[in-house]
């Protein structure tokens, strides 16, 4: 509505009521905070028509004023940024609760406790990288933050990262800000997504960043997974303006939103790393974040076959409550200001004992991929239960002969290559599907 | 007492300025775009605001839109943004939420 306001087009859009503070928050974003909106009582989406149109029938007056009645032009309201902040008490713990109290008052916190960055915490994260504080690794959307090399280091100590952990949530913040991630999209919608963030390549090593048992935490082992996870929500939050009913409406949330973060078991993997798969030398390290939804166990103590594994697997797969499911028969996620579109991928951790299952038998990542791509499937009826068939029609009029074939088997993904695959954790026979939102990406860590 | 100072972890943003569009006193003989971006429902409340325009706004006409790009919710190009704008007056949009 904003780029046709900018070409000269009044308009007016319909928000439901619970709705508002992010459609304000996010027209003022894109420089108009004046934007008209036409206030419902709820979301149109799983309403009857009838109550749809009561609903419209009850904002009429709103779209008409809308559309009639002049937007004064104003300035977007920022509060004032103090760049230090001060707590006093009785004793420093006790300042450190007002600190806690506060940051959960404003907003800037996950709700668990955070590390103050006191000047000298910051200035001793700082070393992690050779970057100078005040270089702008990226502009963070939704809310458009400039992520500089502090701000980002300030994040870091909040989530109780040490200063080797700083190159890896630098090339993290990078990923996410990254025009083929739209971040705006995952960032503000009402789906839980999270940054899945799998580490490649020695500096992960030098950084603790575990692999093997348990590397997705919680526990001791996974410590370094758990604070470089927990400073990229920090940082999506206070340097992306990500905030919980502001910008973020997730309808319900997820745990995997507070830190998701591992690397590659690649001692134990009997393939080229991951990251080799995405484009990078061997002894590159690398960070990737793929947004992901929800999580699904692989497990299987029983099959001794690539096959009966990927039948397996492919259970986990065709499960159509899963946004992603099947989602490329109604287009591609995109985004319209960077022309960038995204197949909607998934990733597979597989155990190491699985691995070797398929490695034994000369099944490389390929492999794996085409197969899970022809058994995972669903019938069309079922994977249309909740899709648009308009949207269906507007990004594949070429497929409208499949309503005439209801049961006939469809991919739930586009490609075989929609599978991303990495090695992680320790032995027994169970590995992790992760949902996708969209694609992943990848970049290398910089000193 | 003791004294706690800290770095603020807010980051400044890049601000933006769009200035509104100029609206018309009357809707009346406008062409009127209506804009889906075909998340469920959406197009159910366009129906019916149609319905009510033209009953208050009997010489308005009016046009169907939604984005040429996108899965779940179809979003508009700038080519998508020109066009609309050459070819109707005002517009109102809904994406279901």
């Not at chain 1, 398929?358 to 390929?366: D, E, L, P, S, V």
Request: aromatic share 6%.
């Amino acid at each position: 509505m904003v780029e046709l306001e900018r070409r000269g087009i009044p308009t007016v859009l319909f928000t439901a009521q619970t709705f508002v503070h992010d459609a304000h928050r996010s027209a003022a974003s894109f420089g108009l905070p004046g934007l008209p909106l036409a206030v419902v009582p709820l979301p149109f989406t799983n309403q009857k028509p009838e109550d749809v149109h009561r609903m419209a029938e009850a904002a009429f007056d709103q779209v008409v004023a809308g559309l009639t009645k002049a937007v004064e032009a104003r300035a977007v309201e920022r509060p004032a940024l103090e760049e230090r902040l001060a707590y006093e008490g009785d004793d420093l713990l006790d300042a450190w609760g007002r600190l806690q109290a506060d940051f959960l008052k404003r907003g800037w916190g996950d709700g668990f406790p955070l590390v103050a960055p006191t000047e000298r915490a910051v200035a001793a994260m700082l070393r992690g990288t050779k970057r100078a504080p005040g270089d702008q690794v990226a502009v963070l959307e939704p809310g458009f933050g400039i992520a500089t090399v502090e701000k980002l280091a300030i994040n870091a100590v909040l989530a109780g990262c040490g200063p080797e952990h700083l190159p890896l949530l630098i090339a993290a913040v990078r990923c996410l800000a990254e025009p083929k991630m739209y971040i705006r999209n995952k960032a503000m919608s009402t789906g839980p997504h999270a940054p899945l963030v799998l580490v490649n390549g020695p500096k992960g090593r030098v950084a603790n960043i575990n692999s093997g048992m348990c590397a997705l935490g919680p526990g001791a082992p996974s410590a370094s997974n758990t604070v470089l996870g927990r400073a990229v929500r920090l940082t999506m939050m206070n340097v992306g303006h990500t905030y919980v009913g502001v910008s973020d409406m997730d309808t319900i949330g997820s745990p995997v939103k507070y830190a998701c973060c591992c690397a590659e078991n690649e001692a134990e993997s009997p393939w080229e790393p991951y990251h080799v798969t995405r484009g990078f030398p061997k002894g590159a390290s690398t960070v990737t974040v793929h947004f992901v939804y929800g999580i699904c166990e692989l497990h299987d103590f029983r099959s001794t076959t690539p096959e009966d594994l990927v039948r397996v697997f492919a259970t986990a797969a065709t499960n159509v409550a899963q946004v992603g499911t099947g989602l490329w028969l109604i287009g591609r996620r995109a985004d319209p200001r960077s022309r960038t579109e995204e197949r909607e991928h998934n990733t597979l951790f597989i155990c190491p004992e699985h691995a070797q299952i398929f490695h034994k038998a000369g099944w490389g990542r390929r492999q794996i991929q085409e197969a899970l791509y022809r058994e995972a499937r669903l019938p069309f009826k079922t994977m249309m239960l909740n899709k648009e068939p308009q949207a269906m029609a507007a990004a594949h009029p070429e497929l409208g002969w499949m309503h005439d074939h209801p049961d006939l088997p469809i991919p739930v993904v586009e490609d075989p290559g929609c599978f991303d695959i990495a090695v992680v954790g320790a032995a027994a026979g169970r590995g992790t599907y992760f949902y996708g939102a969209g694609e992943p990406v990848t970049l290398p860590v910089e000193d | 007492m003791a004294r706690l100072e800290i770095l603020n972890p807010v980051a400044k943003t890049v601000e933006h300025s769009v200035a509104p569009a100029r609206r018309p006193p009357d809707l009346d003989g406008l062409p009127i775009g209506l804009y889906w971006n075909m998340k469920a429902g959406g197009d159910a409340a366009l129906d019916r605001t149609e319905a009510l325009l033209r009953a208050r706004f009997p010489k308005a006409t009016f046009r169907r839109y939604t984005g040429s790009v996108g899965w779940l919710m179809r979003h508009c190009t700038a080519e998508d943004a020109d066009r609309i704008a050459s070819e109707v007056q005002v517009v109102v949009g809904t994406t279901a939420d």
